[in-house]
């Protein structure tokens, strides 16, 4: 019999990718053109958003959303900790001070608005939220803590391309459509990828004229106008980076965009036969399980288990299962020791990250389970006075 393996995540690539990225290699027009801009193009009317800019990743999205927020030396950004460390470190970049808020609960992993408040101090600039595993951030009360206190709001949407944030009032808005800007990554485990890749978007005319030219050097014209001929020479206006996108790499991300809301469908069914698998099991929490799923880009599969996670890990390693951990938070890494941060809430210890992709099989989800909670009740930690508590229907069904 074949050992199992069950990977991570897995992209869905295939011959349209293939064909597309084969057309541009013909066309022997490879930097930033056409193709990529018909990506930004594209996406930015899906999304109802005035200005989409490609970029070379979410990381160079996140430094131009800090450079056209205005930050500079001493002034602070709050951040979530509970994020990859590319939302924080491009803060550093643009000479910014890190704060780090914790997240709202275990059932909810988005960073908390009420750290968010307790953290405000006069050199506050920006609030950075992260839209984590796909689910929106209560946007209506960081919008209003961020008005209040005269702040930019950047939203870090890896995780989360088209997923909508449902106000209060049920109006539904398109993450990175709310705040000052939105940072996507096509990172090749992302949800929609181009390998490495990222976009950034705003309804700013001002923000959109900078972005324009942060992204390539400051210069007023691209290789593509002079190679058009429409211009022979260019002026630089600011000190700009080259973080432009490729046509290669637009190519499939215009594919990707093609079949982005089959897969979403297909993500949310893995998520909803977790839910099924998990539910009533004590020692297993699933975040996020009561939100709209509809409204959410499912991207990673995060559960907090009551038990050793790191053990759990190992038994899942042992039995083909490829597991990670969403995240360690930053306030954890040496390189952010003595970081001002609030209340961590939960411990990243029993975070644990399962398979999910938009290929996983309900097999394959029912085998994770299985593995899951074999494993949780060999490690539980603590509080369970009985055993039977922490017998799970699940085991039972197999
Ligand atoms: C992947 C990721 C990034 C960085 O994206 P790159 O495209 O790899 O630079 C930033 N923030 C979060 C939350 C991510 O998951």
């Known amino acids: 019999m074949k050992p199992t393996f ?3 995540t897995e992209p869905d690539l295939g011959e349209p990718e293939i064909e597309a990225v084969t057309n541009v290699l013909r066309r022997k027009w490879l930097s930033m053109g056409e193709v990529t801009f018909e990506f930004e193009r594209r996406f930015a009317e899906k999304m109802g958003v005035k200005y989409a800019f490609a970029v070379t990743n979410c990381t160079a999205a996140l430094h131009l959303a800090y ?15 509970l994020s990859f460390v590319a939302t924080a470190n491009a803060a550093l970049y643009a000479g910014g001070e890190v704060i ?30 992260m839209h984590y595993g796909g689910f929106a951030c209560d946007m209506d009360r960081i919008m209003s803590i961020a008005s209040a206190h005269a702040l930019t709001v950047i939203e870090d949407c890896a995780h989360a391309p088209f997923a909508q944030y449902v106000s209060r009032s049920g109006k539904r808005q398109f993450v990175g459509t709310i705040g000052h800007t939105g940072c996507f990554s096509f990172f090749a485990n992302k949800n929609l990828t181009t390998g490495e890749g990222g976009m950034i978007t705003t309804n700013d005319d001002e923000a959109a004229r900078q972005l324009r030219l942060l992204r390539a050097h400051g210069m007023t014209q691209l290789t593509y106008d002079r190679h058009r001929g429409h211009a022979s020479s260019y002026d630089v206006t ?84 490829q597991t990670s951990r969403h995240y360690q938070f930053l306030s954890e890494f040496s390189a952010f020791r003595g970081v001002r941060s609030g209340a961590m809430s939960i411990s990243s210890k ?39 508590d922490l017998t799970c229907s699940v085991v039972d069904r197999s």
């Not at 450079?67 to 900790?81: F, L």
């Not at 275990?106 to 920006?126: G, N």
């Not at 046509?247 to 594919?255: D, F, K, N, V």
């Not at 909670?373 to 490690?379: G, T, Y």
């Open 100 to 129: 780090l808020a914790g997240v709202t609960s275990p059932s909810d992993l988005t960073v908390s608005a009420d750290e968010i408040e307790a953290l405000i101090t006069p050199r506050t600039k920006v609030i950075t939220v």
């Open 6 to 8: 069950i990977p991570l």
């Open 238 to 321: 600011m000190l700009g980076y080259n973080y432009r996108m490729d046509e290669i790499r637009s190519a499939i991300g215009l594919c990707q965009l093609d079949k982005l809301d089959e897969m979403h469908c297909r993500r949310r069914d893995v998520f909803r036969w977790y839910a099924q698998e998990l539910e009533g099991c004590p020692s297993i929490t699933l975040p996020f399980v009561d939100r709209d799923l509809e409204a959410a880009t499912p991207h990673i599969l995060e559960v907090l288990v009551d038990a050793d996670g790191d053990r759990v890990r190992e038994d899942l390693r042992s039995e083909g299962i």
């Open 67 to 81: 450079v056209v927020a205005g930050i500079r030396s001493g002034d602070e950004v709050i951040c979530p900790a």
């Open 350 to 388: 029993h975070l644990i990250t399962l398979p999910l992709g938009p290929l996983m099989t309900r097999e394959q989800v029912r085998v994770v389970c299985h593995a899951l909670v074999r494993s949780c009740q060999r490690h539980q930690t603590q509080n369970h006075s009985s055993p039977a």
